[in-house]
């Protein structure tokens, strides 16, 4: 099974010349699922819902959203607080949250995008115990769980999830694989050791911003056979997208 892991993409800031070649490397590719682990538009105004919504449509596989901290209002203090995810809701969907179950994969899309800061996420303990009851009864999926804000602090970055001492804890036992998140337009593949195993954490780059701190649009594509796949980390390079890094796991081990 093929998933396609993009982030970032920041309509309004976004670099047009990308989306063509990343919808004939799709068509190459023929992915199963695309997760998209938010910041879908620069400033969450109605005409770059209406760009993000004209891309959606051209995908050709089915589509798991969570909103980035970009897609609720910056300067309209009012609706911020009041009614964050009012456009979200409006052009994406009515939740928050995103899943897929299947004999192979089992996904889970939540959001850590807390309102009352400009930057910084969390995974509110209402979430973290949504996440724990949606994979407390996994039967030999690869178990993805998705979301804004980076797990990991990188040097000289900022705007890691807030407080992620208890969902940590609980990685380290649970049977979840990937995790998949963007936010810093820089990235990277981490891997947490676990109790039994280890968990690759996918910090994904931006897909089409103009504003990368790698100097690279990339996305990933994850190649699964039940627990064992490859994770694809594919670079634009002015023209196409081609294959940068790849590697190789087995969460059977």
Not at 193 to 204: T, W
Not at 215 to 235: A, G, H, P
Request: a neutral charge.
């Amino acid at each position: 099974m093929k998933i396609i892991h993009i982030s970032d993409l920041h309509f309004g800031m976004h670099n047009p010349a990308i989306i063509n070649p990343f919808l004939e490397n799709l068509a190459a590719l023929k992915p199963d699922e695309i997760i998209i682990s938010g910041d879908l538009t620069q400033r969450a105004r109605h005409e770059q819902y209406q760009l993000l919504q004209l891309f959606l449509k051209q995908l050709p596989a089915p589509v798991l959203i969570v909103p980035g901290n970009h897609d609720i209002p910056l300067y309209n203090v009012f609706s911020r607080f009041y009614n964050p995810f009012k456009r979200y809701n409006q052009y994406i969907s009515s939740q928050l949250n995103a899943n897929f179950y299947n004999e192979e994969v089992n996904i889970l899309g939540v959001n850590s995008v807390t309102p009352y800061k400009i930057k910084d996420g969390a995974l509110a303990h209402q979430t973290l115990n949504q996440i724990k009851n949606h994979f407390s009864s996994t039967s030999g999926q690869l178990n993805i769980l998705f979301f804004h804000h980076n797990l990991n602090y990188f040097s000289g970055m900022h705007h890691p999830l807030n407080d992620a001492t208890e969902f940590i804890s609980y990685l380290k036992d649970s049977p979840i694989h990937i995790v998949c998140t963007g936010h810093l337009h820089y990235a990277t593949v981490k891997f947490i050791s676990k109790n039994q195993g280890s968990c690759a954490l996918l910090h994904a780059g931006s897909l089409c911003c103009l504003r990368t701190k790698d100097q690279m649009n990339s996305f990933y594509l994850i190649d699964s056979n039940n627990l064992k796949c490859t994770i694809e980390w594919r670079v634009f390079n002015m023209t196409s997208f081609s294959s940068y890094q790849t590697y190789s796991l087995d969460f059977t081990i």
